[in-house]
């Protein structure tokens, strides 16, 4: 069993409990509005209102419920399980647009139109692909990204050496996304952890 597929069976078993009625799933790894994270969701808040949004690895909705009020006209939810879409309903709460759901373990979303999505974004779903999970979902990217888009990605290396978790070098993603015709327009790097966070543009 791989890392991502671990994490699926982790987050299944946490809705098969019903802890997700009483909990957000994810939150064990932190607020998106600590110290650490504030940052990036600022950073995320410039890009989703009035943008067609796509998140991979939704998870629980632990980022998901942060910007889901910051006025995206059109959500979808990429993830490998279908109980994050039972995650993640119960963290959305009140007037808000009804999101799209898909679920895929292969990086694939066929449902999504060429250059229909205005801003991608991924925060601590990558760390747990493989390669050929990553290399498929970076095509993706590129496929649904319009011309004007952005997509925003989190990524980490170094956090260990079981061989089912095959991380990518820093450098490795970004050839990967080079490599589809994507330009870094920025980058932070966390305080205290060896990760970064970048965006991403179709390059002209």
């Known amino acids: 069993m791989n890392e991502a597929r671990r994490q699926q069976k982790a987050l299944e078993e946490w809705v098969g409990l019903d802890y997700h009625l009483h909990g957000i799933y994810g939150a064990q790894w ?3 509005g600590d ?3 504030g940052a990036v969701r600022d ?3 410039e890009n989703v209102p009035g943008r067609r949004v796509m998140e991979i690895g939704h998870g629980g909705g632990r980022w998901t419920r942060q910007y889901i009020g910051w006025g995206p ?3 979808v939810l990429v ?3 279908p109980a994050a879409k039972t995650a993640t309903e119960v963290q959305i709460k009140g007037p808000v647009i009804q ?3 898909h679920v895929s373990r292969t990086g694939h979303v066929p449902q999504v139109a060429d250059e229909g999505i205005d801003y991608v974004f991924s925060f ?3 760390i747990h692909f493989d390669r050929e999970l990553v290399e498929t979902y970076v095509k993706t990217i590129a496929r649904v990204l319009h011309p004007d888009g952005v997509a925003t990605i989190h990524y980490a290396e170094g956090l260990g050496d079981d061989p089912d978790r095959p991380y990518l070098r820093f450098h490795d993603l970004d050839q990967l996304l080079l490599d589809v015709g994507l330009r870094e327009s920025n980058r932070i790097i966390l305080p205290g952890q060896n990760t970064i966070v970048a965006d991403w543009r179709p390059r002209r």
């Open 35 to 37: 110290g650490k994270r």
């Open 43 to 45: 950073w995320v808040r």
């Open 124 to 126: 601590d779903s990558f």
């Open 73 to 75: 006209l059109e959500l």
């Open 99 to 101: 999101p799209t759901y």
């Open 30 to 32: 932190g607020d998106p």
């Open 79 to 81: 993830d490998g399980t």
